[in-house]
């Protein structure tokens, strides 16, 4: 079983930046791909960003290309998303994911466990 606990949403301005972490606990980290994923009110599910279990590998979706960037840090089990040049189109729930195996996947179906969620809030 693996535990996650996202942090770090709140109201921010367009144009401005926010760091989300989600903590870990439970199997190895490191033996995990993790994801980020995001859901807006009447909207499906969608995938930001993901990363291999060894950080090496990371994909992300084509709206958050040069704006969003997933880190991991694997001695504090924690996953982030620096998230900058935030657009109001950017409000949403956002989640992290682990998905067992080191390969990452844009697929939320192939993610085993996930967290409740932090709300982000871009205002224009």
């Known amino acids: 079983q693996v535990q996650l606990v996202e942090s770090g949403g709140g109201l921010v301005q367009a144009g401005g930046s926010l760091r989300l972490s989600c903590a870990a606990s439970?199997?190895?980290?490191?033996?995990?791909?993790m994801g980020w994923f995001r859901q807006a009110p009447g909207k499906e599910r969608e995938f930001i960003a993901s990363?291999?279990?060894?950080?090496?590998?990371?994909n992300y979706a084509d709206r958050v290309k040069g704006r969003f960037t997933i880190s991991t840090d694997n001695a504090k089990n924690t996953v982030y998303l620096q998230m900058n040049s935030l657009r109001p189109e950017d409000t949403a729930v956002y989640y992290c994911?682990?998905?067992?195996?080191?390969?990452?996947?844009?697929?939320?179906?192939?993610?085993?466990?996930w967290g409740q969620g932090t709300q982000v809030t871009v205002s224009s």
């Open positions: 994911a682990a998905k067992a195996g080191n390969t990452p996947s844009t697929r939320s179906i192939y993610y085993n466990y």
């Open positions: 990363i291999s279990g060894a950080g090496r590998i990371t």
């Open positions: 439970g199997r190895t980290f490191s033996t995990y791909a």
